[in-house]
């Protein structure tokens, strides 16, 4: 069997021809494809030969093509070809089945970032019932892990960027070589936190709980320093985690989330309810879960092929490209940090009650917001294809990320919805203190609104980052935090409702910034569109 099709290559400008040839002993599933003009054979998959006619415009092959090592098997090939046709099939549907193909994409992912605050979650939950004032200590103590690990949060985009990139040249030496040294830097930087915290942890708490609060100190230090030790391994497992999503595997995550989150909750009642460990005993479950959930994703990386245990130190080339892609969203990352600590350093200083009543709500509030990771995560994936990939289309841009607007608005509302009633419905499953309970009560407004809103908001940041706009996004992100600073320190005489209706500010400040951007005539999805379709007319 012998066909033509002319195929345009993103670097070269004329059409090519190439004859595909199918042999005998590959009937319909692999073609030699003969460049006329190069004297040159390649070999590819017949899945890749349709799509191509489908699009003769879109120089498709050049992600696809495995050229004429055959030890790299017919798998790779039908892998690789799924899953341009699944990113070209989600960009020409409509906005409903847009909604639902997201949705089953992004499911699974979702353990990514649930894991961490659900475990901080149930830890919230156990130690209410025994001790207020070890409850009290879990806002302080949360800070210095959830926050501070937080800020290494630019190890899972740079991971994901580059691993992504990696696969698409089919070269799976490069992308353990990239593998190898993402893993050595986030066992660096897991070990520079454990450093840090044995050295300035008791110091860091005793400034956020300031003289008032000083007897939630020993608590709270107890607390960091068990679940300072794992560390290390929770980012390890951060960056196979992200390796693992770059290589479109998001079962990975929900399998570790599942077992994480089944070993903390059981450790929790074990030790804090049965053995009357208290705060000591949750930091000890939380610990455990986390390795075991980073043990998970590194043999889930081990089982496609790679090897999870080699680390390489970079290069002075490869550590500037590294950080050329980090720094941005470290900015932004320490931005956001920044402002929560602030806002737990502010709730702190009021009372043991009102510290108390901000840490139920913000463990909540975390855990309700990680479900719109996802949509940043989806944005990540599809929008470089039509942004600025080699069938770029700003027209399918722009309703790809309605779809993906409208699913953070209905996920929002059903968060906030689902927050706000916990709260209000169920306090008792946090703390019988009623003064707690009151507090918490009067700050479910602001709550709502701040909540309803996130989910939105990083389906926009997410374009933002697929776009590579930014100096533009951790500029934003920081304009937003100073204002948002400053606003807090006004509206703290105010008490616990007032940080919160500044919280809810910071959050619709980062919407409204985005979606500017994002709808400006000189924004990413209008910029050079005339001239693009100026083109696509002339091939």
């Known amino acids: 069997?012998?066909?033509?099709?002319?195929?345009?290559?993103?670097?070269?400008?004329?059409?090519?021809?190439?004859?595909?040839?199918?042999p005998s002993h590959l009937p319909l599933r692999r073609f030699h494809v003969t460049n006329s003009l190069l004297n040159d054979t390649i070999t590819i998959s017949s899945n890749l030969v349709f799509a191509a006619s489908k699009h003769p415009r879109i120089g498709i092959l050049t992600a696809c093509v495995v050229g004429s090592h055959e030890q790299n098997g017919e798998s790779e090939d039908e892998d690789c070809c799924e899953e341009m046709c699944e990113i070209k099939e989600l960009s020409e549907q409509s906005v409903w089945n847009q909604m639902k193909e997201i949705v089953k994409f992004t499911g699974p992912a979702i353990g990514l970032w649930l894991c961490d605050p659900l475990m901080s979650l149930i830890d919230t939950a156990?130690?209410?019932?025994?001790?207020?004032?070890?409850?009290?200590?879990?806002?302080?103590?949360?800070?210095?892990?959830?926050?501070?690990?937080?800020?290494?949060?630019f190890l899972s985009v740079v991971t994901s960027n580059i691993i992504a990139t990696a696969l698409a040249k089919q070269d799976r030496e490069d992308v353990q070589h990239h593998l190898s040294i993402l893993l050595f830097i986030g066992l660096a930087c897991g070990l520079v936190?454990?450093?840090s915290t044995k050295l300035f942890g008791a110091a860091t708490l005793s400034a956020f709980t300031g003289p008032k609060n000083a007897h939630v100190v020993p608590a709270a230090n107890t607390y960091v320093q068990i679940r300072a030790l794992s560390w290390p391994a929770l980012l390890v497992g951060w960056v196979a985690q992200s390796?693992?999503?770059?290589?479109?595997?998001?079962w990975g995550p929900l399998k570790a989330l599942a077992a994480a989150s089944i070993i903390n909750g059981i450790g929790d009642i074990i030790l804090c309810s049965f053995l009357g460990y208290g705060i000591a005993g949750a930091a000890w479950a939380t610990m455990a879960s986390q390795v075991v959930a980073s043990y998970m994703m590194i043999q889930t990386l081990n089982k496609r092929g790679y090897n999870a245990y080699a680390f390489s130190v970079p290069s002075l080339k490869e550590f500037r490209t590294i950080l050329g892609l980090a720094a941005p969203v470290y900015l932004t990352s320490i931005s956001k940090v920044a402002f929560f600590s602030l806002l737990i350093y502010i709730a702190t200083s009021i009372g043991t009650q009102t510290m108390a009543a901000h840490q139920v709500m913000i463990q909540i509030y975390m855990a309700c917001t990680v479900w719109g990771e996802?949509?940043?995560?989806?944005?990540?994936?599809?929008?470089?294809?039509l942004m600025y990939g080699?069938?770029?289309?700003?027209?399918?841009?722009?309703?790809?990320?309605?779809?993906?607007?409208?699913?953070g608005a209905i996920l929002g509302l059903l968060l906030g919805i689902i927050g706000t009633s916990l709260l209000w419905l169920f306090p008792y499953i946090f703390t019988s203190d009623q003064m707690v309970i009151q507090k918490m009560h009067r700050t479910l407004i602001p709550f709502f609104v701040a909540l309803a809103v996130t989910p939105s908001t990083r389906s926009l940041e997410g374009t933002l980052?697929?776009?590579?706009?930014?100096?533009?996004?951790?500029?934003?992100?920081?304009?937003?935090?100073?204002?948002?600073?400053?606003?807090?320190?006004?509206?703290s005489r105010y008490g616990l409702q007032g940080c919160w209706f500044t919280l809810a500010g910071f959050q619709w400040a980062r919407f409204s910034v985005a979606l500017l951007r994002l709808v400006s005539p000189n924004g990413i999805l209008y910029s050079g569109e005339a001239s693009i379709n100026q083109k696509l007319r002339t091939v």
Not at 128 to 146: H, K, N, R, W, Y
Not at 468 to 488: I, K, M, V, W, Y
Request: glycine share 6%; with cysteine; net charge positive.
């Open 126 to 153: 156990v130690v209410g019932q025994g001790s207020s004032t070890e409850l009290a200590a879990l806002g302080p103590a949360t800070v210095v892990c959830d926050y501070m690990t937080l800020t290494f949060m």
């Open 243 to 250: 390796a693992s999503l770059g290589m479109k595997d998001s």
């Open 193 to 195: 936190m454990l450093l």
């Open 465 to 491: 980052l697929a776009g590579q706009d930014l100096r533009f996004f951790s500029l934003s992100t920081c304009g937003c935090f100073f204002l948002a600073a400053l606003l807090l320190l006004i509206f």
């Open 374 to 385: 996802p949509l940043c995560q989806t944005a990540q994936s599809f929008m470089p294809e």
């Open 1 to 22: 069997m012998t066909l033509k099709l002319s195929l345009h290559f993103h670097h070269t400008s004329p059409l090519k021809i190439f004859n595909f040839t199918s």
């Open 390 to 407: 080699v069938n770029k289309n700003l027209a399918k841009a722009r309703l790809l990320l309605r779809s993906l607007v409208i699913i």
